[in-house]
């Protein structure tokens, strides 16, 4: 008798799941409507349920292409490819799906920018290149070839060493922009990348702070700066130029005492003209030419290391690869030694070498603490 009523009430349980599941199989949605609007357009979606239902929820896979509204009216964002889905409020497991295609509403001229251009990685590592795109529409990533990087949403993953191009364009591909990836073996010591990272720190770190002495060594001659700054008024300040004449301006007590070629002059500065020298003068103008590769992706790229000691690395700069700004016309190598101490770059020289013949610049860096200046004992002798 138990055994029996267990068997009934299994299979009333049974039908009536048979019942529910027969309800939902029953109920289907369908989607009428055109397939393709244009940006800044609309059209409409008509949405029919087989049970006669009307409350329906509506979404779009991608609003920055094209929105949907709750009646059905799909209006066009940017250009691109969307889905958009309608389904039962009282279900959501009941839907139908439709791809509209987002056109655009006439000649377009598309501003495509990339964060970086050229990207050096090692085996392992990734990077990401963010893409802006005016007017705002789909973009498409692209590797020419997956076997050395792949990227995702400008996400770029090294897979072996070589070379290769990462592509990021329009859906339409009306415009596009190309990222050139360098991937190299897993490096021992010290790297091209490391050493982009010490010389942008101690680029910033001589740029920003109050107190710095830095010189200039060249094949022509030598430059000096040296400064103490206080309220954006330099209190101590030292500027020297020393090639086949020795020309030098010192700032003291408020004073500006100039010898350039022998003539010695003086001028009380007034609080402009305080102000103005620290604008004119100071470590950034100073290293503005020597130190513009500092923040060049290119250089680096095309960098391979030649030496390491424990005092200095040195690397040389594969010409053929190397697409930066440095002027290499002509030249036959081009090496850039850095000095360091205890991690930190004391100097940095580059050395070009054209038909055998030698050029260097050279930038020690000499501290960013208080600095003391040798002033010249006969400032009094400068006249007004």
Known sequence: MKIKKILLSLLFALSLLLIACGENDAITISLSGDDSVKVNNTINLVAKASDNSTDFNWSSSDESIATVSNSGLVTGISVGN??????????????????????????????????????????????????????????????NDESIATVSDGKITALKA???????????????????????????????????????????????????????????????????????????????????????IYIKDGILYSNIESAKTKNTLSSSEALSIVKQYNASMFLEDVASYYDEDAFFVALTKKQETNEFVEFELTLADYLGELNVEGVDSVVVKATLDNGKITSVELIFTTKGVSSTVKVYYRGTEHQEISYPSDLDSYTE
Do not use: H
């Open 82 to 143: 969307v889905t958009v889905t309608v389904s039962l409020k009282k279900d959501s497991s009941v839907k139908a799906t439709k791809n509209i295609k987002v056109e655009s509403d006439g000649e377009v001229s598309y501003d495509l920018k990339v964060s970086k251009n050229k990207v050096l990685l090692t085996v392992g590592e990734s990077d990401t290149v963010v893409a802006t795109v005016e007017p705002n529409t789909s973009l498409v990533w692209s590797s």
């Open 162 to 248: 070589g070379s290769t191009i990462i592509t990021v364009a329009t859906s339409n591909n009306e415009a596009k922009a190309e990222i050139s990836v360098v991937v190299k073996e897993k490096e021992v010591g010290y790297t091209a990348k490391d050493l982009m990272r010490d010389l942008t720190a101690t680029k910033e770190q001589y740029t920003q702070a109050d107190s710095v002495n830095i010189l200039i060594e060249t094949s022509e001659g030598t430059c000096e700066m040296i400064y103490n700054k206080s309220n954006d008024v330099y209190q101590e300040f030292k500027y020297s130029v020393t090639t086949n004449v020795s020309s030098n």
